[in-house]
Nanobody, 124 residues
Framework: QVQLVESGGGLVQAGGSLRLSCAAS????????MGWFRQAPGKEREFVAA????????YYAGSLKGRFTISRDSAKNTVYLQMNTLEPEDTAVYYC?????????????????WGQGTQVTVSS
């Protein structure tokens, strides 16, 4: 069993930065791929980024690569999403996710475990 708790969301002006954190618990965490999704009001959930268990390989939604960076600290059981040059269109609830296989998230747009979500609001 994996439990995920996000933090770090909030209100930021356009052009600003935020770093989201996701603390994971559960003995199987180290073997799981971790990722981030987001869902804006009235829109479908979309994939943001993911990383394999070691953090050596990372994957991004094409439109976000260059502004967002995913990383993980296995010693702290935590995955991060650094978001720079934020735009009002980035406003959404951001969800941490975990899955034994990264392709579940990058290709299937699904995950085996989800956090409760953290709100990110970017003002213009």
């Amino acid at each position: 069993q994996v439990q995920l708790v996000e933090s770090g969301g909030g209100l930021v002006q356009a052009g600003g930065s935020l770093r989201l954190s996701c603390a994971a618990s559960g003995r199987t965490f180290r073997s799981y791929a971790m990722g981030w999704f987001r869902q804006a009001p009235g829109k479908e959930r979309e994939f943001v980024a993911a990383t394999i268990w070691s953090g050596a390989n990372t994957y991004y939604a094409g439109s976000l690569k260059g502004r967002f960076t995913i990383s993980r600290d296995s010693a702290k059981n935590t995955v991060y999403l650094q978001m720079n040059t934020l735009e009002p269109e980035d406003t959404a609830v951001y969800y941490c996710a975990a899955s034994p296989k990264i392709w579940t998230m990058t290709d299937g747009l699904e995950a085996d475990y989800w956090g409760q979500g953290t709100q990110v609001t970017v003002s213009s």
